[in-house]
Each structure stands twice: as structure tokens, then as C-alpha cells.
């Protein structure tokens, strides 16, 4: 469920992002199953304005930055904004679904 016409302070969603990492792993297999709603949950909560994209403020007050990616590798097609997909097609492309081969081609 999502909360309407308030902001979600960055240290909530940081909280909410450490829980996730620590109760679920959030790794190869958090989009098995339900771990996509996950993503989406996540995005949602960023996304401040619930206009379904990440301004570069949203994404620093959400501290997403701080994982590892930067908004502009999340914005691939540069006009500005991070789509739903923008953010689901990278975190896809840095956690592998489970059972998928690595590299090297050991499985995950």
C-alpha cells in the first residue's frame, strides 16, 4: 500500500532497503516469485511525486546512489527521468535470476 499525499523520508526507504537486504537477501533470486513487486515497491517509494518516474532529486533524497548506481546509468535513454523499466532492465542486468549461468559458467 502506498501513502498518499506524504513523503517518505530517505531514511525510511534506507531502513526499508537494509531490511529487505537482511530479511530476503535481495540478491540473484529476489525476482523470483514475488521479488519484483519488491523492485517496484522500492521505485515507488522513491518516486516522491507518483508521476511512475525518478527525477535526479528522487533518487538523491532516496539515497539509491548510495548501492552502487547513479542516476545517470539508471536514466539509459537520457531525457532526465529513470522509467519503472529504466530501473527494472538494470537491476535485471546485476542480479542474474537464479538458476541463470555466470561468466564462468557456473550457476547462480
Known amino acids: 500500500m502506498r501513502l498518499t499525499g506524504s513523503r517518505i523520508s530517505s531514511s525510511l526507504i534506507s531502513t526499508?532497503?537494509?531490511s529487505l537486504v537482511l530479511i530476503i537477501g535481495f540478491g540473484p533470486a529476489a525476482l523470483a516469485g514475488d521479488g519484483r513487486e519488491?523492485?517496484?515497491?522500492?521505485?515507488?517509494m522513491a518516486d516522491a511525486d507518483e508521476d511512475g518516474a525518478l527525477s535526479a532529486t528522487?533518487?538523491?533524497?532516496?539515497e539509491l546512489a548510495r548501492y552502487g548506481?547513479?542516476?545517470e546509468q539508471t536514466d539509459a535513454d537520457g531525457d532526465g527521468s529513470t522509467s519503472?523499466?529504466?530501473y527494472l532492465s538494470l537491476?535485471?542486468?546485476?542480479?542474474?535470476?537464479a538458476g541463470s549461468c555466470t561468466e564462468k559458467g557456473e550457476t547462480i
Do not use: D, G, N, Q
Not at 58 to 62: P, R, T
Open 16 to 18: 526499508y532497503l537494509i
Open 69 to 71: 548506481v547513479s542516476f
Open 84 to 86: 519503472f523499466e529504466e
Open 91 to 97: 537491476y535485471e542486468a546485476h542480479h542474474p535470476p
Open 58 to 62: 528522487e533518487y538523491e533524497e532516496a
Open 38 to 44: 519488491v523492485v517496484e515497491h522500492i521505485f515507488e
